[in-house]
């Protein structure tokens, strides 16, 4: 679904970015990707955590995948600073 400028209320800048997310498959993946934390040492600290928490299991079901809500999400994410002549993490703000 091509999006056009001001439908349904997008501008023209959300719409261009809807339109480019359109060519990006978006494939489901499980939370924790194991070969990622085992690579960064990180594995046994967030799976012991996960499983004191008890959502454990979380990390190796496959979930429900929505491409379209994803791509609306990314194509109207806005990040703002409350000081904008220092962009940084501590004051930065992330605007769906």
């Not at 480019?20 to 993946?29: A, G």
């Not at 924790?32 to 979380?58: C, N, Q």
């Not at 990040?79 to 993490?89: A, H, L, N, R």
Request: charged residues 20%; glycine residues 6%; proline residues 5%.
């Amino acid at each position: 679904m091509l999006l056009d400028f001001n439908c349904g209320g997008w501008d023209k800048e959300y719409a261009k970015r809807y339109n480019s997310l359109l060519n990006i498959e978006i494939l489901p993946i499980r939370f924790g990707h194991v070969d990622t934390l085992v690579s960064i040492g990180l594995d046994i600290d967030v799976f012991e955590t996960l499983h004191a928490m008890g959502i454990a299991p979380l990390c190796y079901q496959r979930h429900e995948l929505y491409p379209d809500l994803a791509r609306q999400v990314l194509a109207t994410a806005h990040i703002g600073y409350d000081d904008p002549s220092k962009p940084t993490y501590e004051n930065c703000s992330y605007l769906a």
